[in-house]
C-alpha cells in the first residue's frame, strides 16, 4: 500500500487517541468519509490496523455500532518512515 499523506494523518491519530473510533478519526483529521473508511479498511487490510466492532446491537444502542482502530507496530513503522522521509 502507499502512505500518502491521508494515511498518515490518520496512522498519527489513531496512534495518539486510540483506541478511537473511525468517526473520530475523521472529525480530528478533517478527512472526508468517502476517503477515510476505504483508507481506513485497507491499512487494516495490510495489517497497519487492527479493528473491532463495539458490542451493542445497534437497536439498543439508537445508533448504528463504532469500529474502533488501534495502531499496530507495522502501522507505527510505516508513518514513522514516511515522517522520517519528509524530514519532520
Known sequence: IRITLEAVKILNAIRR???V??????RSTSILTGTGYPLMRRLEGVG???GEWED???SE???PRCRYYKITDAGRV?????????GV
Open 56 to 58: 451493542g446491537d445497534p
Open 21 to 26: 473510533s473511525g468517526a473520530d478519526v475523521l
Open 48 to 50: 497497519y490496523l487492527a
Open 61 to 63: 444502542l439508537g445508533r
Open 17 to 19: 487517541d486510540g483506541p
Open 78 to 86: 510505516a508513518a514513522e518512515a514516511v515522517l522520517v522521509g519528509l
